[in-house]
């Protein structure tokens, strides 16, 4: 494993420490109906699992929110969302809650086809829950981000499925929500011993090179109306997160941008409404992204 990949590691490890203690700090919302653990892949693999919440006293089919955790494409499971998850289907929303496995053991078209093997698990048993078919969103935060972008992407370009490899769901998105989503995985010099451990060895010359930023996926996908959220302390993704904003509107979709300046004087950091979804800044921007999808569902 080279010096490089290590100290990523390391990194990763440090941030489990500080996400494992924020989510302890955190309490649980009541009220809330949980099936969890359920695998959507059928291999036995640990992280091919997601969990369904809706509110208990469900009496009706509800809008559907589907969620990707990040963590760099390396670190976390569908435990480190949990708590948004249930804040949000606290909010009235039936909300899937996906894991998947990580690198290195498996790279991002690995990652990519099991997100897309999830989306079509969940096509095929929203019956078995109270869901509105017609009314669902994607969303993901940070590589999560990316992930759920991409998964926009694949659900509406035959192309991309082709050069990925993935499976092909009956799904329509009503809207997408991304949390400072990476938008650009070409990286360049130190970089690409991370890029070559997310994407192959022989990523250059694998047919998903020329699809590995936003920006060359674009112009072959559609996308529905997307809100992005992003805030000035978000030293990972602020630039990113602008970028495919415009690189969104520029195809006509319609675009929602929260970029949250300083909150109370204060600079919030990366994927502050995920972490924190019960902080007075994470419920805001909860709140505006939920009335975006609101104007779509029917």
Same mark, same amino acid.
């Given at each position: 494993m080279?010096?490089f990949?290590s !100290?990523?590691?390391a990194?990763?490890k440090?941030?489990?420490k500080s ?7 955190q309490? +649980?919302p009541e009220?809330?109906?949980? $099936?969890c653990d $359920? ?17 208990e006293?469900?009496a009706?089919?509800l809008?559907?929110?589907i ?5 760099g ?5 569908? +435990?480190l /969302?949990? !708590? ?6 606290k909010r009235?929303f039936t909300v899937f809650? !996906? ?12 990652? =990519?086809?099991?997100?897309m093997?999830a ?5 095929l048993?929203l019956?078995?829950?109270p869901?509105?078919k +017609?009314?669902i ?8 981000g990316m ?7 694949l659900?509406t370009s +035959?192309k991309?499925? @082709? ?9 329509k ?10 938008? #650009?995985?070409?990286?360049?010099? $130190? ?14 010359s694998a047919l998903?090179?020329?699809?590995m /930023?936003?920006d060359?996926?674009a112009? !072959?996908?559609e ?5 992005l959220i992003?805030?000035s302390?978000d030293?990972?993704a602020?630039?990113?997160?602008r970028e ?5 509107r520029?195809k @006509?979709?319609?675009?929602?941008l =929260? ?7 204060v600079?919030?950091?990366?994927v502050? #409404?995920?972490?924190?979804?019960e902080?007075?800044?994470g419920?805001e ?8 999808y609101a104007?779509?569902?029917?």
């Amino acid at each position: 494993m080279s010096v490089f990949f290590s !100290i990523s590691k390391a990194f990763w490890k440090t941030v489990e420490k500080s996400d494992a203690k924020n989510i302890a700090s955190q309490t +649980e919302p009541e009220g809330i109906k949980r $099936i969890c653990d $359920i695998p959507y892949f059928g291999d036995g693999h640990p992280m091919h699992l997601l969990d369904v919440y809706y509110p208990e006293d469900a009496a009706h089919a509800l809008p559907v929110i589907i969620d990707i955790h990040g963590g760099g494409w390396m670190y976390g499971s569908k +435990e480190l /969302n949990k !708590i948004y998850c249930l804040n949000l289907a606290k909010r009235g929303f039936t909300v899937f809650n !996906i894991s998947y496995p990580l690198v290195p053991e498996v790279t991002v078209y690995d990652q =990519l086809r099991d997100v897309m093997s999830a989306l079509d698990f969940i096509s095929l048993h929203l019956d078995d829950y109270p869901c509105s078919k +017609e009314n669902i969103m994607l969303t993901g935060d940070s590589a999560g981000g990316m992930l759920a972008s991409y998964a926009a992407a694949l659900l509406t370009s +035959e192309k991309l499925r @082709g050069v990925f490899g993935t499976a092909a769901p009956a799904m329509k998105l009503k809207t997408l929500l991304l949390t400072s989503p990476v938008a #650009s995985a070409k990286n360049k010099g $130190i970089m690409s011993v991370y890029t070559t451990k997310m994407w192959g060895k022989n990523y250059k010359s694998a047919l998903g090179f020329k699809y590995m /930023n936003f920006d060359e996926i674009a112009p !072959i996908a559609e996308f529905p109306p997307t809100c992005l959220i992003t805030s000035s302390g978000d030293s990972m993704a602020l630039k990113q997160t602008r970028e495919q904003a415009d690189i969104l509107r520029n195809k @006509g979709v319609d675009v929602l941008l =929260l970029d949250f300046p300083k909150y109370d004087g204060v600079n919030l950091p990366h994927v502050f #409404s995920v972490l924190a979804s019960e902080s007075k800044a994470g419920k805001e921007a909860i709140e505006k992204a939920l009335a975006f999808y609101a104007k779509y569902i029917n």
